[in-house]
């Protein structure tokens, strides 16, 4: 059973820091793009950044140069480094994952994996 657990949410002030972690457990065959998606009240979850397995990345226009997305390949980790952190970046955090695990009858299957969300608030 592949699982995606994130880490790191929490409250920090406008301008603040905040460095969230999102690993995959489970049996893996590979990992291809990893990312971050946001949700905040009453809006539509919406792509924040994300990473290839070779290390390609892109981020939505609104945190280009605050945001840095990275990944760990051997502990099957992707990281959002959130920085100058503003109140309209509040919202619940979500890890994906697009990668190959086997089913429940042991074949290989690429599937999209979510992890459960994590809050961030900015506020002071």
């Known amino acids: 059973q592949v699982q995606l657990v994130e880490s790191g949410g929490g409250l920090v002030q406008p301008g603040g820091s905040l460095r969230l972690s999102c690993a995959a457990s489970g049996t893996i065959f590979s990992i291809h793009a990893m990312g971050w998606y946001r949700q905040a009240p009453g809006k539509q979850r919406a792509l924040v950044a994300v990473?290839?397995?070779?290390?390609?990345?892109d981020y939505a226009d609104d945190v280009k140069g605050r945001f840095t997305i990275s990944r760990d390949n051997a502990k099957n980790t992707v990281y959002l480094q959130m920085n100058s952190l503003k109140p309209e970046d509040t919202a619940v955090y979500y890890c994906?994952?697009?990668?190959?695990?086997?089913?429940?009858?042991?074949?290989?299957?690429?599937?999209?994996?979510w992890g459960q969300g994590t809050q961030v608030t900015v506020s002071s």
């Open positions: 994906n994952a697009d990668l190959v695990a086997p089913d429940r009858n042991y074949i290989l299957r690429n599937s999209t994996y």
């Open positions: 990473i290839t397995s070779g290390g390609t990345t």
